[in-house]
């Protein structure tokens, strides 16, 4: 069976991107909830999104996956005391922490604020086979220079951006966007499992990130 990262559009839904309105509130009640240090990761954020949005895709990529991949790997368990939570960018950062998720997930929302379009970004479950059990389940972010492109994936396990056909320890198995969801699919064939928001984690997510960033809720 030939696995395949490109597949088709299935379901549009709304987004939650354009919720990283990070104001002055905002950043005061990361200090307050967090502290100094959870400030500056914040901050630094912050200016990286702004300072970046001129550069080329490649770049903001490269920056991003960089910025991310600095910060510590923690278990959901050890972290938040749950089996699964996807955390927001600003909740990965503010307790510098996170699993794959959170590292595929705050790359993601980061390159749409730098202005990568939202069509070229899947978060993209994969089965991890170098791992300690074999496939284990782990989440990366690939991008699409064209939609019939080989991606490029970003993984919080290796530091360098590489294409998917040189990440063969990797078999994808399903990846989303705002716009959709999607099965990874033998060559010819697919599947249509409906719109993104049938996933409760990122429906959480997407609630959680809308009242971060509200000036009303700090």
Not at 7 to 23: E, K, N, T, W
Not at 167 to 179: A, I, M
């Amino acid at each position: 069976m030939l696995l395949i990262w490109v597949v088709a559009f299935i379901f549009i839904a709304p987004g939650v991107a354009d919720r990283l309105d990070l104001s002055d509130k905002v950043l005061a009640f990361v200090e307050k909830k967090y502290g100094a240090p959870a400030l500056k990761r914040v901050t630094d954020w912050k200016r990286l999104m702004e300072n970046s949005r001129n550069k080329s895709e490649s770049e903001k990529l490269e920056l991003v996956n960089q910025f991310f991949n600095q910060t510590p790997f923690v278990s959901d368990m050890e972290h938040w005391g749950k089996e699964d939570y996807w955390a927001t960018p600003i909740e990965m950062l503010a307790t510098s922490g996170g699993d794959c998720e959170d590292f595929a997930i705050g790359k993601y929302f980061t390159l749409v604020q730098m202005g990568v379009p939202i069509k070229k970004l899947q978060i993209t479950y994969v089965k991890a086979m170098n791992w300690n059990p074999i496939n284990q389940a782990h989440m990366v972010l690939a991008y699409y220079q064209t939609p019939d492109a080989i991606p490029n994936i970003l993984d919080n396990l290796i530091p360098e951006i590489k294409p998917a056909t040189r990440r063969k320890d990797l078999t994808p198995v399903y990846s989303f966007n705002g716009d959709g969801l999607w099965l990874a699919k033998e060559r010819g064939l697919g599947k249509n499992v409906g719109g993104s928001s049938r996933i409760k984690l990122w429906t959480d997510l997407s609630s959680r990130m809308g009242k971060e960033t509200d000036d009303q809720h700090p």
